[in-house]
């Protein structure tokens, strides 16, 4: 089964817990340079009197043509045939970049220590057992989901909130 | 990778991998939700963690902070081993000592200043966690001494004068069954989760929200169906205006006020004197959003306010507390659901449905012969109307300094945060004063560098402990993992402390089990094994849902037998400085306003941080990495201040050194800094007497100060 990531924005208030569960998941340790995988945002807009903020959780968009996987020279990111999503092995990445130049995102990272590239995985060996990826899981106002993609299609049909979709580059 | 590799990289639980999954609670921010936590073993230690499914708070999910269990409890500042002074007070030498010999030393040295100055001069002071409280306080008592002391004089306890004046008890808005909110100075979606959930249920369900802060906070700009904002202070004024509409309009419950109110006439006549224009001058609020406000409020029923805590940090914030509650009773808002319900407790401020020997387990060792506990005389309110007799700590500084009316020699602290008290410095200076400090905590603070026997705690995954949960729930976990270092549970070092100073308290020295199995000896439990081993929280069998309406019946706890609109506590005391109407003045202080224009707020919420307690957790302290004020962007233009430039705010004592964050989360003229921070402490620079006559609370969030722009040194 396919899968989409979503978030609602109107329930999203930037709380970072999602970053934090993907640093517990994936033992990120910013003290050695590591980058989160999961970043949430404040936006603020408009004039002084009226501003209007924008509240996001972003990490990788699990694109369908995916860029990043087509602009890496040693093929380290690939699709995960069951789950559809962007998954890679860096075990040959030899940090040139170019994933995270193409990506119109900008989540490949880099370790300041080791170079290599690593990104969201969307937790793909939970999802494959039944369990919900780590942001996912923990979100306190669930405004982050997996769905499948006949889910998100019956979705997009029916609900007419503004959501920010995974399948941005649809 | 195979596919093991796979499974342990994904951290997967299952035979294979041999990762476990272990029950505990988050002791993190306390003691309202301990969210229920899924923690992940692998070889005995804790590689990851999650909320627990099914969980009555949090139901799988859990906050920034508790995600990030795991980096607090292997925090590399975690204290490892007790230890005794090596070097000056506060210089931070230690040697290793074993706890038997820590014992010995805190008995001789206590048990000396006892002897020579009388139990009064020993303090027991708390500040996190809190879950160990009654067994402290039952320490003190039982060693003799009256001076127990929290930090709730200076977070929770104001909140709770406010609503036993009024309602003889303490009380909380029921936010699950209220069909429209007013959220007054509270963020909570950001302050706590589980009450922010319910304010957007009640939303979703087609209820409206008012929003009334200071602050433009990520309710008032996303949730708010009409959005309030005051200047600091000035929130009184504005209930006193809504009140004399409803009087003058006729709009409140007659009925109501004439059967259950005291101080009618009194309060009816002094608000007559807050007009819709008088209060828009005075709060800056349009006259007709003010109005808008009150037609919302009276216009639903059931309807609520939902007060934050920091409206009791100003000068005059009891008053203005009350003043905001006033509204409450005036509309007859007051024990039916989906309004203000009186408050129960069980154990540690939380309930389970039945009155527990709580209060009678500490109470019954009250030292009756013993001298004025500290700060009793200076708040007379806060004695008289508090039932459990804490000390109030905001005077302890003063109390040290002048060792008046008798001296303080020793001091037992259990997770102490200097960073709470104004003026922080010379709370250290106090305790280097002292005689003798123990100093327990799970973290190697500030104040254990002042201490002379240094105990390690342990976090929540490292005991077990009872906790209760939404008047109906009890949970009794067991250690999810073996002490990460040498330290012991908090009940387990007071239980120590107990025999070492052999204490006439067999109760108290027989630990934690039978301790707490005695004062919860009402639930009607039997086997605590099985309440133990219970994946989930249980119902007690004694545990009764309350019916609303049953405190209007039996009626009010305070002096007069009914809600206290004048408040006749106060009226007995007559102390001129002290209104017993909840009036309605200036919070701010005698600085000059042209050397000190902006008014600063210290201490509302950031997702990632509570007090001090997750600034040295890297996860946490990566999502805002430097202390930061938030300015609003007209001020900041008018000074010449970009985002992430260096700026100092300054007040008439001290001055700290920060980044500037550029948001309208904080009004023109206000700016707002978050608490608690080593290299910028917020509260060192507030005044140590900028404090409510009233309550003795501290008033962080409204101080004159001036905000100066650093230039970086290239
Ligand atoms: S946890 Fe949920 S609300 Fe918080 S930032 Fe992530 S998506 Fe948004
Ligand atoms: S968001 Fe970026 S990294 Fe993720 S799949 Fe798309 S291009 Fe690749
Ligand atoms: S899906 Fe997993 S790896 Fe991706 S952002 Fe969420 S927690 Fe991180
Ligand atoms: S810190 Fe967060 S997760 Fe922990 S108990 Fe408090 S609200 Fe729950």
Known sequence: MKYVFVLDESKCVACSACAVACMDQNDIDPLAGDIPFRAAFVDEQGPVEDPKFTFLSIACMHCENAPCMIACPTGCLKKDPETGFTVFDNTNCIGCHSCAMACPFAQPCFNDNSGKMTKCDGCVERVKRGMQPACVKVCPFGALSLVSESEYQELMRTDARKKISYKILD | MTELERLQKAKIPCPETGIEIRHTVCDICTPGPQCGIDAFIKDGKVIKVEGTDGFPTNDGVLCTKGAASRQYIYREDRLKTPMKRAGARGEGRFEPISW????????????????????????????????????????????????????????????????????????????????????????????????????LAMKAQGGKLVVIDPRRTHLAVKYADLYLQPKIGSDAAIAHAMAKIMIEEERYDKAFVDKYCYGFEKYANYVSHFSLSRAEEISGVPAGDIRKALDMFLETDPSTVLPGNGLTHRINGYNIHRAILSLMALSGRYDRPGTMMPARKTLCESDAGFDSL??????????????????????????????????????????MEEGTPYPLKAMVCFGVNDRMYLESPRFLAGLDRMDFVVATDIFHTDVIN?????????????????????????????????????????????????????????????????????????????????VKNSPLPVRAPNAKRYIPGTQLREGFKTPTGKIELSCSVLEEIGRPDLDPLPIHKSSDDDADPAKYPFVLMSGARIPNAVHSRTHNVPWLRSLRPNPSVDINPADAERLGIKQGDTVRIV????????????????????????????????????????????TGFPGYKQLRCRIEKVEDRP
């Not at chain 2, 709770?160 to 100075?185: C, E, H, Q």
């Not at chain 2, 709580?358 to 005389?377: I, K, L, T």
């Not at chain 2, 067991?478 to 270092?485: E, K, L, Q």
Request: proline letters at 5%; charged letters at 20%; hydrophobic letters at 35%.
């Open chain 2, 100 to 199: 038997e010999d820590a014992m010995a030393v805190c008995a001789e040295e206590l048990n000396k200043v006892k002897a020579n100055h009388g139990p009064e001069a020993v303090t027991f002071l708390c500040g996190y966690s809190k879950w160990f409280r009654p067994w402290l306080q039952r320490l003190a008592y039982s060693f003799g001494s009256p001076n127990y002391i929290t930090e709730s004089s200076t977070c929770h306890t104001a909140e709770v004068m406010s609503y036993t004046s009024l309602f003889g008890t303490y009380s909380m808005p029921d936010l699950r069954n209220a069909k429209m909110i007013m959220s007054w100075g509270s963020n909570g979606v950001i302050n706590s989760y589980p009450m922010g959930r319910a304010v």
């Open chain 2, 358 to 399: 709580e209060h009678d387990f500490y109470m019954s060792r009250w030292p009756q012969n013993a001298r004025p506990r500290v700060g009793s005389e200076r708040f007379p309110l806060w004695t008289k109307l508090l039932h459990d007799r804490q000390g109030q700590g905001m005077d302890l500084i003063r109390h």
């Open chain 2, 450 to 530: 002042h201490a002379d026997i240094v105990l390690p705690a342990s976090t929540s995954f490292e005991r077990s402990e009872v906790k209760c949960y939404m008047g109906q729930f009890l949970y009794y976990t067991r250690p999810a993992i073996s002490p990460v270092h040498d330290n012991k549970d908090d009940v387990e070092i007071i239980t120590l402390l107990a025999n070492a100073l052999d204490l006439d308290d067999d109760l108290l020295r027989s630990g934690y089990d039978k301790t707490v199995q005695h004062m919860l000896s009402t639930s009607g439990i039997e086997d605590w094994e099985a």
């Open chain 2, 651 to 694: 007040s008439t004592v001290s001055s700290i050194t920060v980044k500037a964050n550029i948001s309208s989360i904080s009004n023109v003229g206000d700016v707002n800094m978050f608490h608690g921070y080593k290299e910028a402490n917020i509260n060192s620079i507030i005044p140590v007497d900028h404090l409510d006559p009233y």
